[in-house]
C-alpha cells in the first residue's frame, strides 16, 4: 500500500513541482499579480523598505522574485539577491540593467546562502519564506549572513494575531496551494533574536516580522529574547 503522504510532504512536493517550475519559467506571468491586484501585492510588499537600516548598508534580499522590491533597494543600498529560479534572476538582471543598475543577483538556495557570516547589515524577503519547507535551516542562513546588531525582515502572509476569521480562511487557502504559514517570532526568537511584529493589509492577513541579531555573545545563549507584537501597523 502507498504510504499517506503527509500535508508538509504534500506542500513541498507542490513547492517542488508547481511553483518551482513557475517561478523559472513563468516569471513573466507572476510579474502579472501585481497588474492584477493593481500593485497592491507592491505595496504590501514594500512595508519592508520603512524597516530597513540607513541609505548605503549592506542589504541582502531572499527570493527577489521578478524584481521589484529589488530595484527599490538597489539605488539605496549596497544589495544582493538571491533566488532559487533563473527565470526570476533573468528578469530582474534585466529590469537592473534598464535602469543602468549593476546586477549582484546569485541563483542559489537561500538554505545554503554563497556569503561569509557576517556580511550584511540586513537580509529581507517578501512572500519567500512562506514557499520553503525548511524554515528553520533558511532561518539559520539568514541569520548567520547578518551581522551582530543587523536585521532579518520577513514579509508573508498567514493568519492574524486579533485571530479574525478572514484570515485565518486565506491562510488555509494558501497551505492548499502549497504554502507555509508561519508565525516566524518564535522562530527568531529560538535563535537568540530580539523580536516584533506588526499585521498589515487587508484582515491584517500580511505581517512583517523584524529580528534583530544580538550584538553581546553571551546573549546568543539566550533561549528567547523580549517578543514585541502589534494586530495594527
Ligand atoms: C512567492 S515568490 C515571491 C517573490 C517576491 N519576493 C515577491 O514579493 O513577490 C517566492 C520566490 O522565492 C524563490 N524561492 C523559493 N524557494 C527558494 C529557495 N529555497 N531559495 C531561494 N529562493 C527561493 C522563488 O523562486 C520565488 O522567486
Redesign the pocket.
Known sequence: MEPVMSDLGRREAI?RRF??RV??RF?LW?DG??WFTGNA??R??RRVLAHLPAPGSRVL??????????VELAPRYRVAG????Y??ARLTARRLASRGMIPVLCV????ALPWPAATFDAVC????F?????AGR?LDEMVRVTRPGGRVLI?DAGEALDGNQVAHMLARAWETLG?YMRDERPLMAARGLAVERHDYGPWSAVHITIGTVPTRAEDWDAPALGVATSAAG
Open positions: 513547492q511553483w518551482d517561478y523559472d516569471a507572476y499579480v501585481d501585492a507592491h504590501l510588499r534580499e531572499i527570493g527577489f522574485g521578478t524584481g521589484r522590491l529589488h538571491v533566488d532559487l529560479a527565470g526570476m542559489a538556495n537561500a538554505n524577503s517578501t512572500f519567500f512562506s514557499a520553503v519547507a525548511d533558511a514579509v504554502d
